[in-house]
């Protein structure tokens, strides 16, 4: 049996013409992710060569898209005539949002404007009874409702404040016993045995209520605080005392990104107001009163005799804008607080002044 021929190759691998070829040259190095069956890249004119080719970039079109042209969907609206219009007829009649809900849609997305590190308010009042406390709760409330990170109000009140009574008390620590245990500290559960939440979700973390304790809170003390608590959240709010002189104001001052003035709707109120900013400006802070928001809150149900217009108006000479909040009987009753069982116009104030506070985030001013 003869052995198998190998098949004929049809072409040959000699050379068959007599011209000279140069040699071809060598294959380049295939770098990491190269694919050779893509078409080479043009090199742009007096571009660097890097290790890596560049990416192609998306070319955009002339003419708006075709799909630009749909109009976008109306909202369902959410209360009104408009709601019962849109159910009665089997929610195929929608008159869309009225534009009191368009308006807190849009202070809603200010109040969610995006906040990187820790931004620190102070509450600042210098006469008893304009409802700074009550305003501190409030906004702090409204802030942890609406935004998905964490939020505290901190009692620096060196007369027994009462900010902690504002919310169903959790503990009895203080500010005092999170000092003493500040080398212990290292994560979020670690803080929150000293603080009380509300439904709202906002913390609170008291002051000393024991009369006994004659040591003042002092400037380190609250600098050692906030220092402690920025770490675990991104907006503090700190409830000062009436007076200017006590030794915590200046760390307070020193620390705080905005500042919210508290002012009642009567004249004594806004004379204290007035002096506050007076000195303020006398004492070095005139930049924060810039960036300062007065708070115009109606404590009695009738303003009286007295032009909130015009008040408003000399407030906002002075400061980066104004709100006010109307009177409110849940507030009047000196509680715990709920935002739930506070009128419409309450919460679009508060809505409004905690959107306006948000305009100052870093990066937003």
Partial sequence: MTEPREPESYFSDERTDSTSHPAPPPPRPQQPGYDPNLPPLQQQYGQPQYPYPPLPQPSRPRHAAPERAVRPPKRVPQSGWRKAVYLASGKLINPGESPQEQRQRELVAR????LRGCFRIAMLSLKGGVGKTTITTTLGSTFAALRGDRVIAVDA?????TLSQKIPIETTATVRHLLRDADKITRYSDVRAYTSQGS???????SEQDPAVSEAFSESDYLRTVNLLEHFYNIVLTDCGTGLMHSAMKGVLDAADALV?????????S????ATLDWLDAHG????VKRSVTVINSVRPKAGSVD????????????RAVCRIPFDPHLEEGAEIELERLTPETRMALLELAATMADAFPGKR
Avoid: M
Avoid at 261 to 269: K, L, M
């Fill in 200 to 206: 709202s979700r906002l913390e609170i973390l008291a």
């Fill in 308 to 319: 909130l217009d015009k008040l408003a108006a000399h407030f906002a000479a002075r400061t």
């Fill in 285 to 288: 802070y005139g930049d924060l």
């Fill in 157 to 161: 009140n060196p007369d027994r404040g």
């Fill in 111 to 114: 109040v969610n404007q995006p």
């Fill in 261 to 269: 003035v508290v002012s009642s709707g009567s004249v004594d109120g």
């Fill in 271 to 274: 004379r204290s107001a007035s």
